[in-house]
């Protein structure tokens, strides 16, 4: 238990439906990420926020939409999706604002996505 | 081009031997963190390292970071079963304010059998 909740863990998705992942953070950090892990490729960092405000947007497609309506609440919004989006999601928090690379990310345990 | 390369892919031991595990990049990274990863979790950060030539233990681990800082090795004495998993390591190009940015590799799949 790292004190980042995400729902659902499991999501199956068609590519015309609507759907939402939320994460929170249980441990008074400044910044959440969301990443993207698939199978045979590195993790890849898709959003960042620190204090609420998105620091970071790594050329992610706009069918992905971040929401931070607070630090303790991360969400990410999806909206017809493709089957190469199919991945495990994960949100992270760490306690700093300026985003240091030292700075010790915890996850989540992550959302395994389906699309159909 | 992978930035972080990891090796191997696929290690499979039997429990009580030693293994090693590596990364390498030809970029220089202002440190670099080890997590391991168990199925249905997200990955826990094992620890960073940030000056060339640091060693860091971890009971049974040992972490050591290149001396030009763009490699690190994770070795393992006498795997137990609960060492089974995925090692990523993931390294930070700028460590400044404002970095953000991780950099990962594609991990090393360990399974130790009893």
């Known amino acids: 238990e790292t004190g980042v909740t995400q729902t659902p863990r499991h999501l199956v998705m068609g590519m015309t439906n609507k759907k939402s992942l939320k994460c929170e953070q249980h441990l008074g950090h400044n910044a959440m990420y969301w990443y993207k892990q698939s199978a045979k490729k590195p993790l890849e960092l898709m959003f960042v926020?620190?204090?609420?405000?998105?620091?970071e947007n790594n050329s992610v497609p706009s069918r992905f939409s971040p929401e931070c309506p607070n630090s303790s609440h991360l969400f990410l919004h999806l909206h017809t999706l493709q089957p190469e989006d199919s991945a495990l999601y994960l949100c992270?928090?760490?306690?700093?604002?300026?985003?240091?690379?030292?700075?010790?990310?915890?996850f989540g345990p992550g959302t395994r996505l389906t699309v159909l | 081009t992978q930035l972080l390369e990891q090796s191997p892919q696929f290690l499979s031991i039997q429990e009580g031997e030693n293994l090693t595990v590596y990364c390498n990049s030809s970029s220089v990274f202002s440190s670099l963190q080890w997590y391991r990863q168990e199925p249905g979790e997200g990955p826990v950060l094992l620890v960073t390292?940030?000056?060339?030539?640091e060693v860091k233990k971890l009971k049974r681990l040992t972490f050591q970071f290149g001396d030009a800082r763009k490699d690190s090795s994770l070795h393992i004495t006498a795997a137990q079963p609960g060492d089974t998993g995925l090692y990523l390591c993931?390294?930070?190009?700028?460590?400044?304010?404002?970095?953000?940015?991780?950099?990962f590799g594609k991990g090393t799949k360990l399974s130790v059998i009893p």
């Open positions: 926020y620190s204090l609420e405000e998105r620091v």
């Open positions: 992270a928090s760490s306690q700093g604002v300026t985003g240091l690379g030292t700075d010790t990310q915890y």
């Open positions: 993931a390294g930070s190009l700028d460590g400044g304010a404002g970095s953000y940015q991780l950099t």
């Open positions: 390292v940030v000056t060339g030539g």
